[in-house]
């Protein structure tokens, strides 16, 4: 291996340089095994140096039960060794062999309805089934026997896309068994938690407890969180499953799971807990409407992963060209590919890998792109642009396993998204909790300024500004994370609807928000107006009016001045925007939802008050245009991003820098439409 340098935080220690490859399935073109020999010397024209084997592969490597057949794999990591690249090897219990579903139908998942499935599909198996489990713990011993210490394995990718939910009668009684203890098994206990007096509906035993479905019980709050939190724990659950085999025969190979873009089913904080990388999927829907606003919702995922474990992460997969499942699909435009490609490590990524490396001939995505498309040739368009980004990444390799340091940060929950959602109040029609902790992060994205995205229950001591959303579930232990951030000399921004609920989605009592954050913020809110979708009202900040949509909160100042007060309404000449210093530090409070000039405007001159300066500090970025870094302790390498199709954008930088793709030094950029520069401090 490798020396290891100890300043960085390698995403996969193993392999201390950024990986570029994709997901390869050779098992389909075993009849033509000449085309692996094809894609080996097309791997390295690519200047790709990894792939991704084995997702999709049980029933190649157990093709009759206990019958294992490991020569197509022993095949291909030699040639992918002797091509000079790295395998990061997957468990292959995404999809699984007709015989298991034949013999064991318990592997199969029941839905809502109660109806069991049929073999089909993938990402569909039963969590709790003792079956699978097994079969999946021998079948991942044995690769971890027979792999785990294989010089070109250097990572190991465990299934693929986890999510959903199973509700047949194996899940329901792990269920059930969750709430046992969770309650103590105190049924009285679940009884207050989940309010069940409310329309008679008090549980006599645990033993009567059913998954919220559209045939059972979905009005109990509580519940429906509870089995929220009980299918991220069994999902996690399955995943330490998945991993105790190879710990124990390949301990020193980093273990991840590919997560997705707004996946809402299952917490990624807790997922996060049992991996050693974070690595997702992104799949934007880039040019449909305005790109900048697309890189920017990405790079919010892109901070998240990167975020999870606080160190760089991985991108496991993306489309060098189009994918075959949205509406419509466009393939990127030319320059826009290896600019998303680099937007990721820009963000912390350790690599850029591609969903697929070669186009299948049949099946469901036989028209997703690849970097190896039926013509099997490097003649297009879309294999030389990732032979581009592969020629970025070897001249930029110092700057794998370096780390971003954020001094700000939003706050997501998965635990908060699914209350609100649930919620029934406010506006019914749709809560859009992604969408307004998009437009906080967007702040930032807009001044090229780094931020993470974190938990509530995170260590926020090394942020100099905390965004928290929307955030309504505020339970005890984030009421006290973020007072003692805050007494600390943190500041705070939150917003309406903050501590209006306990951690069992009970509304909190004696005024919110919850219990002593209305001393950190000094303000009492009273009543919420919900706007009508056209309707529109307005707040001044220091003579200027700003725009308000969807929700205008009455609150009291109980030691809080106001920065922003409301124009209009029966709430008019009363506080909109509240600041309260605390402790050493200070709590903001947005009451109301803008439509985007009143956080602009607030929250930019708290960066102004905090000293925090975006990577081209005194820039005013163009639209489209954004900065983000990397550092390895020593050197800050900046990254430069323009997502307009049509604008060229001249930058000033902050000081003289080496531009590694040129070689040249300088303190001027100029940035061609979808383009990007990376620069190196001296
Ligand atoms: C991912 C999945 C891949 C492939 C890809 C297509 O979600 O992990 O196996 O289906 O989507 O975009
Ligand atoms: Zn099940």
Redesign the pocket.
Known sequence: MEAICMTKKHACPTYPHFLHGA?YNPEQWIDTKEIWDVDMDLMHKANCNEMTVG??SWAKLEPKEDQYDFSFLDEIIEKVAANGGKVILATPS?ARPHWMADKYPEVLRVGPDGVKEHFRARHNHCFTSPIYREKVQKINRLLAQRYGNHPAVVAWHIS??FGGECYCEKCQNAFRDYLRKKFHNDIGALNRAYWTTFWSHTYDSFDQIEAPSPITETGIHGLNLDWRRFVSQQTTDFIRCEIAPIREFSPHLPITT?M?FEHYGADYHQMAEVLDIASW?S?PEWHNGDDADIAQKTAFWHDLYRSLKQRPFLLM?S?PSL???KPYNKPKRPGLDVLSSIQAVAHGSDSVQY??WRKGRGSS?KF?GAVVGHDGTENTRVFQSVKTTGAVLQKIDEIAGTVTNARVAVIFSWENMWALDDCQGYANAGKKYWENVYAYHRVFWENGIDCDVVSPHADLSKYNLVVAPMLYLTDAETVANLKGYVFQGGCLYGTYMLGTVDGNDLCYLGGIPAGELKEVFGIVAEEIDTLYPTERQHAEVKGQCHELVDYCEVIHLNGANALATYLDGYYKGMCAVSEHHYGKGRAIYQACRDSGSLKDTVLRQLLQELDIQGNLAGETLPHGVTAHSRTDGEHTYLFLENYSATEPAELVLPGQMDNLLTGETTDLCHLAPYSFAIYRSK
């Open positions: 997901d997702i999709f995404g693929n896309e590919n997705m999927d799949y997969e489309t994918v075959n499942w969903f697929q995505e997703h």
